[in-house]
Every structure is written in structure tokens, then in C-alpha cells.
């Protein structure tokens, strides 16, 4: 399927989760001289307005960015990354996690990026292939398991499907168990959606119980508007470094100062 654009959503609380957790994972990452490879399965467009009408008819990023943003200390990577983009493209711009990942590479880290929606994928090229990102139009994860183990072998798997394919719940467990056994050193990040029919507990059920030693994330918040299915955001991250845990316990305070 490919009906789904985050244009909609992007800036939403869901993001904030993600888009932090990333931003501290590849600040700790760089802060070593050695290379790294940055692999990410749904890329998006890699680049938002959200003074545009699609975010402005769910209200996502009002309910979200908007209103956390100022929690961040100013010191944070996820702040600095957002004034950075705002910065070259605008006081609305908000960045997808491809752009934010550009952002915090260096010269000799490596990119490949997956997009199949034919408009995402010529946006996503426009923003990043002058960066030199390797970019792909084709299924995420059968990306992922050709590239891994990447070049340079340190590095970060991020997997951030929208779920509309309901079997991607099923799917995600083998795949990222393929890719482990390929690369056991790399780190594995998957976002998940908490909606109220509780799909994806079997999916997380199956992933820890092949993974014990993974941290498990979750936010809850109301939903943004009536009818509106999603009531949290999950994070699952096998390999991370040390100290991910109190930034979980940062997002978890500044999300229960939203009420």
C-alpha cells in the first residue's frame, strides 16, 4: 500500500519520541572517531511544513512539537537538530528522521535510505542526494537485509513502517531476527504505534521474548482528536548504548508535563 504520507502527522507526539531517542543514539554514536553506517527502512520524504494544509487539518503537530519542543534542554541534539533545519529552511520546516540522521553524519559515515512512494522517494532525492545518501525506490526491509552487515560495520538500523500492511506486525520480528544474525553488532530501532486494539503486542511479545536484553519504550497520551486510534508511541532498541535509559526517563517526565 502506499496511500500513506506523514505530511499528515509529522511534528505529532509520536515523532517527538522517536526523533529524540535518535538524535541522543547519533550524538553518543559520533562522539567516537570511527565511521558508521545509518540504514532506515521507511524514509519519508525527509522534509515538512507544517504551516502546510495537511498539518494543519489533523492538528498533529500542534498537539505535539508545538507543544514539548520547550521542554528539551537547548543543549539537547533533538533541539539543536530542529534549529539547525529551521535555520535553512524556514520558522515551519520540521525534519523527518532521514534529514535529522544527514544532520548528525560526518564525512565517512554512510547512508542508505528505502522509499517506495513514488512522490516521497523524488522529494527524499532532492533533499538528500546531494548529501550523498545512497537512496533506494523499494521495500524497506528487503533493503535493509541486502545491506546488512554495512560498510562501515558499526552503525544503526532504523525501522519505522506506517503499519497500514497489517502483516508488517508478523513480518518485523523475522526480519529483524535476519538481520541480527547478519549484523549482531549493530543497533536495531523500531518505532511502533500504540493503538487502542493493541496490535502490537504480539509483534513486542515475539520480539523480547528472542531479544530479552532489548529496551522497550512506551509513551501513552490521549488521543489527538475524536475517533483518532493511536494513544501512545513505542520505542524498541536492541544494542543501544549506555545511558538510554535516563533519556528514556527525560521523555517519560516531559510527557507526563503535557497532563
Known amino acids: 500500500m502506499l496511500s500513506y504520507q506523514h505530511s499528515y502527522h509529522a511534528g505529532n507526539l509520536a515523532d517527538v519520541q522517536k526523533h529524540a531517542l535518535l538524535c541522543w543514539t547519533l550524538d553518543y554514536l559520533t562522539r567516537k572517531d570511527k565511521p558508521l553506517s545509518y540504514v532506515e527502512t521507511h524514509a519519508g520524504r525527509g522534509l515538512y511544513d507544517l504551516s502546510g494544509a495537511e498539518a494543519e487539518k489533523t492538528g498533529e503537530a500542534a498537539a505535539g512539537i508545538a507543544r514539548i519542543e520547550a521542554g528539551f534542554p537547548a543543549d539537547h541534539p533533538y533541539r539543536r537538530s530542529l534549529a539547525g533545519v529551521r535555520a535553512l529552511h524556514g520558522a515551519a520546516a ?120 532489548a529496551v522497550r519504550h512506551e509513551l501513552r ?17 536492541l544494542n543501544a548504548p549506555f545511558g538510554i535509559e535516563a533519556e528514556c526517563a527525560r521523555l517519560d517526565a516531559l510527557f507526563a508535563g503535557l497532563g
Open 221 to 237: 497520551f490521549p488521543p489527538v482528536r475524536d475517533g483518532h486510534r493511536m494513544v501512545g508511541t513505542g520505542m524498541w532498541m
Open 94 to 213: 520540521y525534519p523527518g528522521s532521514p534529514l535529522l540522521a544527514a544532520m548528525a553524519l560526518r564525512d565517512g559515515d554512510v547512508m542508505h535510505l528505502a522509499e517506495l512512494h513514488p512522490q516521497e522517494h523524488a522529494a527524499l532525492s532532492a533533499l538528500l542526494g546531494p548529501w550523498g545518501a545512497h537512496l533506494q525506490k523499494r521495500d524497506g526491509f528487503e533493503m535493509a537485509l541486502a545491506v546488512t552487515p554495512p560498510t562501515p560495520r558499526r552503525g544503526i538500523v532504523l525501522i519505522d513502517p506506517s503499519y497500514e500492511v497489517k502483516a508488517d506486525y508478523q513480518t518485523i520480528p523475522k526480519v529483524i531476527g535476519q538481520i541480527v544474525r547478519k549484523w549482531n553488532v549493530g543497533l536495531v530501532y523500531l518505532w511502533y504505534p500504540i493503538l487502542t486494539d493493541g496490535s502490537h503486542e504480539g509483534m513486542l511479545k515475539a520480539l523480547m521474548a528472542a531479544h530479552p536484553d
